[in-house]
Every structure is written in C-alpha cells, then in structure tokens.
C-alpha cells in the first residue's frame, strides 16, 4: 500500500469545503410502480437494486431542489457566497436560459458567475472539473457545484424499462482555492465521451435536429429512452476504465481506496465496476435502493449521504466515478475533510 501523504506541496487545488442535498418529500415505493406497470417489487429489486425513489410534487422544478442542496452545502463550508455556481442538469427549468443564473439569484448571489452543465449522469464529475478550472485559473477563490434533477418529467410513465430506475434530487458541494495534497484536494480527473453512441441514452425530441427536420415528432419521442443492455455494458467497460486511469495518475492502488462512490445507476453496475478495479463489495458506498438513480445529482447526493452517516470519514481516500448520456464518462479521486453536517 502506498504510504498516505498529509503534508502539501503548494500546488494550488480546489478543495471540497462542504456539503448538502435536498430530496422531494414524496417518495414512490416499488409496489406502486408495479400496480401499473404488470411487474413486482422483486422483479424491480433483482434488475437495479431499488427499492424506492423521490419524486418531485407538482409545482416544483429542477431550481427549486438545486436551491435546497446548495444552501445545505453553503452552510457546511462555514461561508455564506461563492465566486460562481455550477448547475449540473439534465433537466433545466427551461431550454433558455441556463438554470444556475437563478440558482445563484436565489441563494443571494446575484452577480457570480453562473452556467449550467450537461453531461447527463456524468454531469456532476464534469462540472467538478469545470469548477476546479476556474479555480486552478485564479479566476474564482469558491465554487458551489450542484447537481440537480427532476429526471421523473423525462420519463415516459408506461415504460417500464425507465420508469423504474430514475427519481429526482439534488447534491452539491462547496469548492475552495487550496493546495494538493491538503484533505479534500481534488486529484487528477479522467474525462472521456462517444459521440457516436449518442443514440443509447437520448430525448428524441425537442431540439434544434428534431424541430429543423420538419417533420413533427412521433407520440412518444419527447421522453427519456435508453438501450438497456447495451448501455449497462458500455458502462461497466468505461467506469471501470475511467477509475484504474485516474488511479495510475494519483499513483494509488486498488488497496489505497477507502470508498467508491460511483454514479448510482444500477447496482449491479456498481458491482461489476468494484470488481474490475479490484475492490470489494463493502468499499461502494451505495444508496440507490432508497433514492433510484437522479442522473447529475447522484454523486454528491451520495457524497452527502455517507458523510452524514459517519461513513465518509476525515483521512480516508475517495474515487468518484460516473457514467452518462452522451456517451461521457469521467473519475476523480480525493482524501476526505472534515466537514461540518449539512
């Protein structure tokens, strides 16, 4: 095992200073999923590891959840503001414009800078990365990043090959200048995409190729679809390939990992990814049986989670790793601070 550094080296890093989440209070258990769509709690159990999800209450957007995580996250750094906000979303409250622009209004921040990111479920780790840029690029001091979903407006509701597996929520953590090495310094990041797999995970319509082909959309195509076993696949090879690449670049091992948290899609992903890496079962810190998988929202929604459980611990070392539409993918790696509760 390689021997765990707690000194510096001056770099300047972007360091996790705090954390929160904000889950709807409605929450939807597999019995009455499957009252509707002719399957069972079981069946639903043995496919994704679910048990139940969240779902938003009419009324509420994609903003409102995003505001809830990031005053929680805000208030476990100790500060109040941020330099910028980055909303990481699949689900914006609107095509135009961005969704972070109100986030930061709303939490008292007018005049940070503010933009939205879209990478599906690999959203979160690419806006880490973005907000590590502006930090490393001196170019903000904090950045509040925020992943947020309201993944049940995508879904179509007789579909249960979808319906089953998504809820909605919100994570986010608190960034601030720093130096690597420190706890909660962001390590190297590994960032990939496959366009060419696009397909895979999609909304057929609504867009610019949809609304310019001058044909109207067919019944159907304004939901959420995905290639099941084809994505699962895809998944399982680039997690994995993601994490070992991010690890060679932070020179840890398999064994210097304390936790994963990976992007809670399907617990049998989690586990085919655990085992390609080398790491058993009990590393993966997992909560999709209670809150399904929120797409952007479902790393720092675990992240928060386990910090509030004692399971994330001051010290231990953490890989992040995410899988998402697009085809995109990505994994960093981090040594816990200590945190004030959310």
């Known amino acids: 095992m390689v021997a765990r550094r707690t000194d510096t080296d001056g770099r300047r890093a972007a360091v996790v200073a705090g954390v929160g989440s904000c889950l709807p209070a409605r929450t939807v258990p597999n019995e009455e999923l499957a009252a509707r769509l002719d399957t069972s709690d079981a069946w639903i159990r043995s496919r994704t590891g679910i048990a139940r999800r969240h779902v938003a209450a009419p009324g509420t957007a994609t ?40 986030v930061a209004a709303r939490l008292g921040m007018t005049g940070a800078a503010a933009h939205d990111v879209s990478a599906v479920c690999t959203g979160f780790v690419y806006a880490l990365a973005s907000a590590a840029g502006l930090i490393l690029a001196d170019v903000a001091e904090r950045v509040l990043v925020i992943g947020a979903e309201t993944f049940s407006t995508l879904l179509d509701p007789g579909d249960r090959s979808t319906s089953v597996i998504f809820g909605d929520g919100a994570g986010a953590v608190v960034l601030r200048s720093g130096t690597a090495g420190e706890p909660g310094a962001l390590g190297p990041f590994d960032l990939g995409s496959d366009g060419e797999s696009e397909a895979l995970i999609t909304v057929p319509a609504g867009g610019s190729r949809q609304r310019l082909s001058g044909v109207p959309p067919r019944p159907g195509e304004e939901f959420f679809t995905m290639s099941g076993k084809e994505v699962f696949r895809h998944a399982v090879r680039r997690m994995t390939g993601s994490a070992k690449a991010v690890l060679a670049r932070a020179g840890w091992t398999a064994e210097d990992v304390d936790h994963m948290v990976g992007h809670q899609a399907n617990s049998r992903i989690t586990q085919h990814v655990a085992e390609g890496i080398g790491l058993p079962p009990q590393r993966c810190f997992s909560n999709i049986a209670e809150v399904g998988n929120t797409a952007a929202a479902s790393i720092p929604l675990a992240l928060d989670q386990a910090h509030a459980k004692g399971v994330l611990r001051s010290g231990q070392r953490v890989l992040l790793t995410a899988f998402g539409g697009g085809l995109t993918w990505g994994s960093t790696v981090l040594t816990w601070p200590r945190l004030d509760p959310s």
Do not use: I
């Open 63 to 102: 903003s409102d959840l995003a505001v809830g995580a990031g005053a929680r996250a805000l208030k476990s750094s100790g500060e109040p503001a941020v330099d910028a906000v980055l909303v990481a979303t699949t689900t914006p409250d609107r095509p135009c414009p961005a969704t972070a622009p109100l």
